[in-house]
């Protein structure tokens, strides 16, 4: 396969020629690989209608099958005259003269993400982590009322080769209606390699080779690279082990959320946690068992409620329930997750249990607490952990810190 490649150099194999370079004749490659993106401001400015010397070879090219791989940058129209005249020339030549179709390239805020449409593309494309350019359209310049003006392109397609998150081309495909034409192929810039590596990998795609070093390259001992291998692999290892003790360490923070759980299940054994974290242990109680948590010292029940606890709540009656059937000496303690869909600061404030709960608490010496008020606990028990053991322990009525 014979390649072009314009705008860079040192390809082995194919053709190259520099964009101030002499142009061969374009219409006897296979395909033609364009660095548009090594075209500078300062470059054009030299040779601003030199491009547009090969559109029509580059027509042929693609009239005849064959391919044009274009590594997109944004349109360069020639900067304006340090002196005289500062106004551009009615219809201004352009970078992207030697097209006989306009892409319209727009400049947007640098993004990452990438669908890959087109997995011929695929090795490519995963050079590149950054886009800041879309392609929309193409456009053709007709004459109009005495104006060039741009119209859009017929008789050819845009299709796409990949696309970010909101579907809009950063890679494209320009075809013919004729079945027998080629293709212009826009692809974006790549950002985890320069462009001539780039280029490289276009050309293994092209020829469907691969770059294979020897086996034996990597046995070639060199001074200081076999060090640096082993202290990479301790830095992974050391890094993995600390990542490894980071999560464990946060998802078993995290738990400590559960005391607002709308779910008994996680909102008990978050509170469990809390209360052995103050020196107070508990065990679960089986089903059907008044409380849910049970002691030496404490017999904990727990719930979550829309509103307030009130007399006929029914954990009231389990409470009743332990008094009168299961109590020794341990103190009842009811943990209630008051408006419960109300996220806590929403909840200061209002009112989370009723005077006749707080008078059975008060006359059976136990107490009652918001979730609110053991998370308000446990935070303060991290500096002072007897005297907030104490406080759960001696309060009776309503506990708030």
Known sequence: MDILVIGDDGHSRATCVHWMGTWPNIEEFDLVIVA???????IFDQIPRRP?????????????GRSVWCIVEKMLLPSPPKTGPKARPFSPPSSYDWLFEYPMIRQVTEG????VVDQKFAPYLQKVRKW???IESVYTLKEQFGSIV??????????PIAENKSGKMIGARLIGADPGSGSICFLPKPTECDTHEGIEILIDIATGQERVEPEWRAKVEVPGLRDAEKRMGDLTHDYEKQMSELKLKLISLDRYRDIFSVHETPQVDAVRTVLKDLGIETQ???????????????AVEVTSIAG?????????????????????DEKAVLVANTYKREEPLMRKGKQDFTPPVLDFMRLKRACALTSVTLLDLWKFGKTDPKKARAMLLDAVGELKV
Request: net charge positive; glycine share 4%; hydrophobic share 35%.
């Open 150 to 159: 741009p119209v859009e392109a017929d008789a050819v397609v845009l299709e």
């Open 308 to 328: 307030k606890v009130d007399s006929n709540s029914p954990k009231m009656f389990q409470l009743t329930q332990f008094y009168e059937k299961h109590r020794k």
């Open 36 to 42: 548009q993106n090594t075209l500078t401001q300062e």
């Open 132 to 134: 800041g350019l879309e």
């Open 112 to 115: 990452s993400s990438i669908r």
């Open 52 to 64: 547009k010397e090969i559109r029509s070879q580059i027509l042929t090219v693609f009239l005849t």
């Open 284 to 298: 679960r109680t089986k089903p059907g068992f008044p409380v849910d948590l049970l002691g030496k010292e404490v």
